[in-house]
């Protein structure tokens, strides 16, 4: 029963969590991550607009530079 309600939803899942969504073998800790990730940078820049750079930074495909990152969130903070 279970398992027929989770294989409807798997496109579904797959749509919303994107390459990080691998079915029945997903790495839901890294997906959790992932969320509290974006719900920090979202509280971070809830008053105001996160930098367009930034934004297309952080959003674009593969893994970005934590480094530049962290200067980028540091420097946010101190305004």
Excluded at 20 to 42: K, M, S, V
Aim: glycine fraction near 6%.
């Amino acid at each position: 029963m279970y398992k027929q309600i989770i294989d409807s939803e798997l496109e579904n899942l797959k749509v919303v969590f994107g390459d990080r969504f691998t079915g029945y073998n997903t790495n839901w800790e890294q997906i959790f991550d992932a969320l509290a990730w974006t719900d920090e940078w979202h509280n971070l820049f809830a008053n105001t607009a996160m930098p367009s750079k930034l934004l297309n930074y952080v959003t674009s495909e593969g893994k970005g530079n934590k480094v530049h990152i962290m200067e980028w969130l540091e420097q946010a903070e101190r305004i």
